[in-house]
């Protein structure tokens, strides 16, 4: 009998110590240079269509991604509204033989230099602008969240709603309209077609600008009609 023990202890000890371990299943290796230049590339593609200098000055990845081996892919996600410039996260998904095998987060940022519309000086709230007041420099489309003046006849003869610095980018919607009528001004409402015109006096309601429809009262009828502003003393009802 101990004979025989021995004899199963000498053939157990190998096939413990790894007689039978499977052989390692073969792998492909994706350096971090591949990474980054499919992210690169994605970003490139990105912002085909800004208009812009384009500059990518960050993708927060390193190392090298081991995977089974197969037929690799990549496929870049990016949240849905980003218009491609700015400090963001993508998803990188890497697929094997169209299986996701792994989902990573990608921190990105990008540059994106376009020429618009600077103070030339501090500009104050209440100023209406003009030539003098604005010039033209490179910026990052993400200081102004993409919504800028591309040249300055699109400012001339608006007004400042809140102060900018100088050499700061001027957004369209920080700028508005000089009203030329004034809530509770006299004013004469116009009505007229092809055939007929009729005047009336009124009394603003509401200020506005050449163009915006306010409010006024008829002072024959006492109603309140809406009419479109034509200068400074006249509106204009549809008619």
């Known amino acids: 009998m101990r004979a025989i023990i021995a004899v199963l202890l000498l053939f157990a000890f190998p096939v413990a110590a790894g007689a039978l371990t499977a052989p390692a299943a073969p792998t492909v290796v994706v350096s971090e240079a591949q990474v980054q230049r499919v992210i690169s590339d994605y970003l490139l593609q990105k912002t085909a269509s800004l208009n812009a200098e384009v500059s990518v000055k960050k993708i927060g990845f390193s190392g090298e991604l081991r995977l089974p081996a197969g037929r690799v892919s990549f496929e870049v996600v990016a949240p849905e509204r980003w218009e491609g410039y700015g400090h963001v996260s993508l998803a990188l998904l890497v697929r094997v033989d169209d ?101 009336a006096s009124g009394r603003a309601k509401s200020s506005g600008a050449v163009g915006d429809l306010i409010t006024v009262q008829n002072l024959s009828s006492q109603k309140d009609i809406a009419a479109r502003v034509v200068d400074a003393t006249t509106v204009r009802v549809d008619f």
């Not at 003046?149 to 700061?168: M, Y």
């Open 99 to 199: 299986q996701v095998k792994r989902n990573l987060n990608v921190p990105v940022e990008v540059e994106a230099l376009a020429e618009m519309v600077v103070a030339a000086r501090t500009l104050e709230r209440g100023e209406v602008l003009t030539a003098s007041d604005l010039s033209l420099a490179r910026r990052d489309l993400a200081h102004v969240q993409g919504r800028f003046l591309k040249t300055i006849d699109e400012a001339l003869g608006l007004r400042v709603k809140n102060a900018v610095r100088a050499n700061l980018p001027v957004r369209g919607d920080w700028l508005e309209r000089v009203p030329v009528i004034k809530s509770g001004q006299l004013v004469t409402i116009v009505a007229e077609n092809e055939a007929v015109k009729i005047t």
